[in-house]
């Protein structure tokens, strides 16, 4: 099989370097790749938000599988565009990508599913939306644009000083430009955050093993939101029951939802929980893999990945194989650029990745990278997903932090505590 992966991040290279060992495939491709992609497969020079280059492309190349990593080419309609041609692809239609591309599309349908949500307003105009707050007592609230804004649109406010700066922020500064023409005011939920993530394929749900990622910059939680700063596979935040629970009164809900409303959801569905004392919760939803939660969990696949892709593209998950994991747990650590999340220089020139990647257990993941002279550098805010597999967590931490000590460039950093929630949670489960 020819098989072609969509995407530049860390997530990307997790996936083409686990469809590699597929002995199904013979060539894959990354558009547009980075410089692990480069190596470990065959980069090809076209944007992944390009819809009609990459049309193009799986054409004329006979691609039997694409495999789209992030959310903007699937809200944009690529999967549509390549199954009109008579395309195997995997990863839901823009219809269905609603589930991540609109807030007040979710709600909508995780009302008609009965699935427990927060309750929420919605408003197109900012002095609509102050006087509704004026209404209310002074206190905690969330408010979000309704669309894409790469993770950024949900603001979560401590009162309504705050409040009114992100209806400002987003209505009247139009901070996310289309994205934030309208937006809810959400009721802030109080506990911990889960995240499950299944292969769909409009009928059959294969729930993945669960992982946790560290969404702030600094340790200990602290600092600005990024894109993830590390992840760790699996979490025992997740226990057989609440995935059970999760499946039965999330998962089963919204892809029956999806089929009525003549949306079926193929792909992946990452939902977003948040685990109150009145029960869980959904945040939102995700129609693709996590980055960088992709790169620890496919890590510890043992199945073949390009064979259930493939299944899920072909609506036939149900007669595959149950998958099969590595029981060794697996930790993720990013790498980033001086200055992330906020502006930060690119180009500069990073060595010892072959050296970490020598380490028993350890895989370097490209993210933000680029072959300049054929040298691996710089070229994004998360550079490297630096990933190991261990006897148990405390062991995959350890190694892949000595990894991550093999690797310099001028100004690289990461955070020091990814996975060490993980003693936490054991030690309250303990207590
Ligand atoms: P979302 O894009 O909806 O997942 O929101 C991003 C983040 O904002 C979540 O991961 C939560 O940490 C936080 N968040 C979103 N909605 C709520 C809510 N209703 N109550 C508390 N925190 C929230
Ligand atoms: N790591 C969170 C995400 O991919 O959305």
């Not at 049309?55 to 495999?67: G, H, S």
């Not at 909508?108 to 006087?131: G, K, M, S, Y």
Request: one cysteine or more; a negative charge; glycine letters at 10%.
């Amino acid at each position: 099989m020819k098989v072609l992966v969509v995407g530049q991040g860390g997530r990307e290279h997790a996936l083409l370097w686990k469809l590699k060992q597929s002995p199904l495939v013979d060539t894959v491709y990354c558009a547009p790749g980075n410089a692990g992609t480069a190596a470990d497969g065959i980069n090809v020079d076209i944007s992944d938000t390009d819809i009609r280059g990459l049309v193009k492309f799986a054409l004329n190349e006979k691609i039997d599988l694409t495999i789209v990593g992030p959310e903007a080419p699937l809200c944009a309609g690529l999967v549509d565009e390549l199954e009109k041609l008579g395309l195997k692809v995997f990863g839901p239609s823009k219809a269905a990508s609603q589930l991540e591309a609109s807030k007040l599309f979710t709600k909508r349908i995780l009302r008609r599913a009965n699935v427990p949500t927060a309750r929420f307003e919605r408003f197109d105009r900012a002095e609509a939306a102050i006087a509704s707050l004026r209404t209310l007592e002074d206190g905690p609230c969330v408010v979000k644009a309704d669309g894409l804004c790469a993770g950024k649109g949900a603001i979560v406010c401590a009162n309504h000083e705050e409040a009114i700066d992100a209806i400002k922020r987003i209505l009247v500064d139009r901070e996310f430009g289309k994205a934030g023409s309208e937006l809810i005011i959400e009721e802030c939920l109080v506990g911990q955050e889960v995240s499950i993530l299944a292969i769909v394929d409009g009928h059959t749900i294969i729930p993945l093993e669960t992982s946790q990622d560290h969404k702030r910059a600094l340790d200990g939680d602290l600092g600005p939101n990024t894109g993830g700063m590390g992840a760790y596979c699996p979490t025992p935040l997740i226990t057989d029951e609440l995935m059970t629970e999760i499946v039965e009164h999330v998962l089963i809900p919204v892809v029956h939802t999806m089929n009525m409303e003549e949306m079926p959801f193929r792909g992946i569905l990452y939902a977003g929980l948040m685990l109150t004392e009145t029960g869980l919760q959904v945040l939102e939803f995700n129609v693709r893999f996590g980055d960088p939660e992709a790169q620890p969990v496919l890590m510890r696949l043992k199945s073949d990945l390009a064979e259930i892709l493939l299944a899920a593209a072909e609506r036939r998950l149900d007669q595959i194989e149950p998958l099969e994991w590595d029981e060794r747990p697996s930790v993720c650590v990013v790498m980033a650029s001086d200055g992330y999340p906020g502006s930060y220089e690119k180009g500069r020139p990073i060595t010892g990745i072959e050296n970490a990647d020598e380490l028993e257990g350890v895989k370097v993941f490209h993210a933000g990278t680029k072959l300049i002279n054929g040298v691996p550098c710089s070229n994004g805010g998360r550079v490297l997903g630096v990933t190991a597999l261990g006897d148990n967590i405390f062991d995959a931490k350890r190694r892949a932090y000595e990894a991550v000590r093999k690797i310099r460039w001028e100004g690289a950093w990461c955070r020091k505590d990814i996975s060490d929630k993980v003693r936490e949670l054991l030690e309250t489960e303990n207590a």
